[in-house]
DNA sequence: CCGCGTATACTCGTCTGCGAACAATCGCCG
DNA sequence: CGGCGATTGTTCGCAGACGAGTATACGCGG
């Protein structure tokens, strides 16, 4: 399966999976992306449109099927996909479901450097996040009901999976907020006071933890062996500690 | 606030978190990133951290702060966070934190077109998909567990999260599956029927309740308006339309 | 029947992302 | 002590992403 796929961009699987339903021009199948709401899971960027739909043309996943001038000028290129199309469709879709990849949410980037700000200030921005989530949710849950009355449950599922796994986070968050309100987070005191005296403490605490013990109060300079000084010239700076955790 | 961030990369968030502990290299910046684990949240491109560097440098956020150079090597440029930096680095966090952006999980835009599979195919895929769930959320469970031994809790909040993520997409799959082997998903028989006549019939339902009717075999010149017939008008240039250049 | 706003249709140029190459030094084994 | 693989750092160059620009056609009011 899928070795390296040829064309990355999931763009790209939106493409294959429109101009599967007939030949159309690239236009087109941003048209058809639009109308069943696909722009919401792939939004489409003009740009990319004509680059992945060049490059799948060139990796023979696309062919032209037409050149049609219609009154106007700019030539209209109206593609078929190949049966190699279809195969990369179908290898590409199994990939997807199939096998979890890790992702990176914007969410969790943020969570991974959360001990910058204060708890006072995470809570706040956290019943920001949650009053959010819960608007959007409330929203999407109508328009899914809505949607199901006319349409095959099958083509809604990657709604419902959204759906769920937004659901899913907004009770975590609920869940952190109360330990945060509470007070019933271990290490919330540490935290707090680690910003009020030397903001950056707990970060080194945990890369010391990791292999070795960092130089007390001036948090340049990291564990292990030094470099040499072979070169005896000039050492502007006192010691470069070398070497990684 | 953060109209639009100066650098977008999330390299650059963990490039400016990095350095708010102290002036370091690029290199070091990444062996930091390594030793906390940072590289399973960020996967560490070196191509992308210099480039991302020197954007960061570039818009301000961090300055030079020295050029060693040791024995014969490149030069090594050790960069600091300036106060914009900081700021920056602050403001990033709060957006992350408190506004929830729509993201697109791979597995989200597999499910868009799982049309294009038999019901059974999926079941086969489902399956596997989950058994990969349980075990990477088996062995993480443990990692965190361990880690928590040493490591406050506010540092591997994000691991958490991460896998209560993953928790709650197990269940989901899990659901999916039953309902897809016992049968009790609507629309099941149509969807394994369409699959064995006419394939593309579902996708084609549904951007039709859209709001318009595709011509009928051939799908080519969409909705209705604009439906005439080539104008014989020619009041342009007569050999090739406009490449401009 | 003309001019303007909007929809259609596409291209360009720039910036970003990143794999891969490169270069010096370390370290260790015989 | 000399050769070779590993480690330390960085640069290069291409390919991809995409915002913004361009050009025409159509519908409509005047």
């Known amino acids: 399966m899928a070795g390296r796929r040829r064309v990355r961009n999931m763009l790209g699987l939106a493409v294959l999976s429109a101009v599967s339903a007939g030949p159309m021009h690239p236009y087109e199948m941003a048209a ?15 740009g990319s449109l004509y680059t992945v739909v060049r490059n799948l043309e060139r990796h023979g996943l696309l062919a032209v099927a037409d050149n049609v001038r219609q009154g106007g000028r700019p030539e209209r290129t109206v593609y078929r996909i190949t049966d ?8 590409w879709v199994r990939e997807l479901i199939a096998v979890p990849e890790p992702e990176h949410p914007r969410f969790e980037a943020g969570l991974s450097v959360i001990a910058a700000l204060t708890p006072d200030e995470v809570i706040a921005l956290l019943f920001d996040r949650l009053a959010a989530l819960e608007r959007d949710n409330a929203e999407r849950r109508l328009a899914l009901a809505a949607a199901a009355e006319e349409t095959p449950r099958i083509l809604l599922i ?10 899913a986070e907004a009770r975590w968050v609920r869940v952190l907020l109360a ?13 707090r006071e ?19 013990a960092p130089g007390p109060a001036h948090p340049r300079g990291r564990p292990g062996r030094r470099s040499r000084p072979d070169r005896p010239d000039r050492r502007d700076r006192p010691d470069r500690p070398d070497r990684r955790g």
């Open 32 to 46: 058809v992306m639009r109308a069943r709401g696909k722009d919401r899971d792939v939004p489409i960027k003009w």
């Open 84 to 91: 190699a199309g279809r195969a990369e469709l179908g290898d």
């Open 158 to 167: 990657h709604a419902e999976y959204d759906l769920t796994m937004r659901e």
């Open 194 to 212: 680690s910003r009020a005296t030397g903001k950056v403490s707990p970060e080194l605490a945990a890369l010391a933890d990791r292999g070795a």
């Open 179 to 191: 330990e945060l309100t509470d007070g019933t987070l271990p290490g919330l005191a540490e935290w």
